[in-house]
């Protein structure tokens, strides 16, 4: 036998009930963004590396180690995006789309960082991202955030823990960091390899650590919250407000940082205990100064992106959903003559039932077992098609469900039985 060639490690296939629940995410987010009436955006995959390091920050993790960067045959740098929206203001500002406009977009598909694959994190995996420019907030950041909380309820989700905080304006940060750096040199003998490393580089970010063993240096640090200039102070007690005319239920998180550098003001996520480490399902924040800083007018900025693959495991968690489409009606075909005229009746059925899966028996088999295979598709009426039935223009349908006779019935009237039972 040839040798078989692997997928690539973090990079995985999503099929059979991955693939429904995955599904599931997309459709149920589109609907929840179309009654806001945010637009879809598409993207490129690829971008100049230059783009990342301007906006995500030269600091961060994803900048540092995790982009899949290489240089194409022209010897340009080019990276896999790690994530959305540093392609999205590019895109703003390259097709004038903020000027004297506001922009409510929103897109999906693949992200790509170098990290280490584990239960939720993954090397190739998919976000959907939100993105509104041209609004100071806070009213549009509490609009994002219900719209998340309308998503998650349109997907029957439990047990979402909404965190927000404040990250003030640069200057106020810039104050705070000087306090953070002298309080984590006071314990620097507990920190670990990687919050020594950031404490020099970016040591907000020390805040983020997942490392229980800094919980009691984080705890204690210093809080942002406590340095926020007015006007950054005005805007989340708005934002507070705001979420509980609507009786969004949410805790304050002093040390939620987020791990990009472009965010301001208010940040968000959304938290579950149910997916072990890797919890947060949602994330996002206000980045005011980024569209300025990779080349536009000033815009103000707010956004979110959330991990379909982490919801994906929430729902097969909670819901156990389906692994294959279940039919409504299955046709079978007995008998050589029904094969063609199969074909003709069930996209027949189709075309007037668009709202029905009508699942056809291909490639033969006995009376016995296709009638299984109608049974195990779920179908609720078989519709079966001998060579009888053929020649006298009739089909046979047999209740799959439920006891009771199965009927003959002429073409033209199947679509009416149908449509007053289905
Ligand atoms: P984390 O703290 O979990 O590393 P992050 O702050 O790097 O997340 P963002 O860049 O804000 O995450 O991405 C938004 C969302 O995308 C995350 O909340 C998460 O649900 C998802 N996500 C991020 N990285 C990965 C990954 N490597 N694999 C799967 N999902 C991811
Ligand atoms: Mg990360």
Redesign the pocket.
Known sequence: MTKQIAAIRGMNDIYGQQAMAFQKVLQAAEQTLHQYGYQPIRLPLVEKTELFARSIGEVTD?VEKEMYTFADRNGDSLSLRP?GTAGCVRAMIENGLTHNQIQKLYYSGP?F?H?RPQK????Q?H?LGVEVFGLNGPDIDVELIALSARLWEQLGLNGLELQINSLGSQQARTAYREDLVAYLQSRIDELDEDSLRRLNTNPLRVL?TKNPAMQDVVANAPKLMDALDVESKQHFEQLCAQLDDLGLDYVINPNLV???DYYNRSVF?WVTKDLGA?G????GGRYDGLVEQIGGKPTPAVGF???I??LMALIIDQQSPEDSIPADIYVVLAGDQAARPGLVLAEMLRDALPSLSVQMNCGGGSFKSQLKKADKSGATYAVILGDNEVSQQVAMIKPLREQSEQQSLAWDELVAFFSQRM
Do not use: H, K, P, S
Request: hydrophobic share 30%; aromatic share 8%; glycine share 12%.
């Open positions: 994803i994530e992200m960082r990290e939720g994190r993954y090397r995996f976000q983020d987020r791990g990009l996520e890797q947060t399902v949602c994330a992106a959330l991990g693959e982490r």
